[in-house]
């Protein structure tokens, strides 16, 4: 899922498909203003799903976050499901 900026909404709108099917779930998290607070939106509201969810960063950059300073910041996330 690449939806410039609009993960949340998209987690929230698919919650009741995801809890039932449990997909793989590839999301991009870099368009938003504050990119590393975005990243971990999205893995809290996985998380909240299921929790059996986690999560492999498969693109990271470093970034300036408004919330957090310098940090290496998750550009995208594949979710999983534990088994």
């Known amino acids: 899922m690449d939806i410039e900026g609009s993960e949340l909404r998209a987690i929230a709108g698919g919650k009741k498909t ?3 099917y449990t997909p793989t779930c590839s999301i991009a998290t870099e368009h938003t ?3 590393f607070a975005n990243a971990a ?3 809290d509201a996985m998380k909240a799903i299921d929790s059996r969810y986690h999560y492999v960063c498969t693109e990271a ?4 976050s408004p919330s ?7 550009y995208a996330l594949l979710f999983l499901l534990n088994q």
């Open 18 to 20: 995801m809890r039932e």
């Open 33 to 35: 203003d504050d990119l």
């Open 41 to 43: 939106a999205v893995i």
């Open 61 to 64: 950059h470093g970034y300036v």
């Open 68 to 74: 957090r300073g310098d940090v290496l910041t998750p």
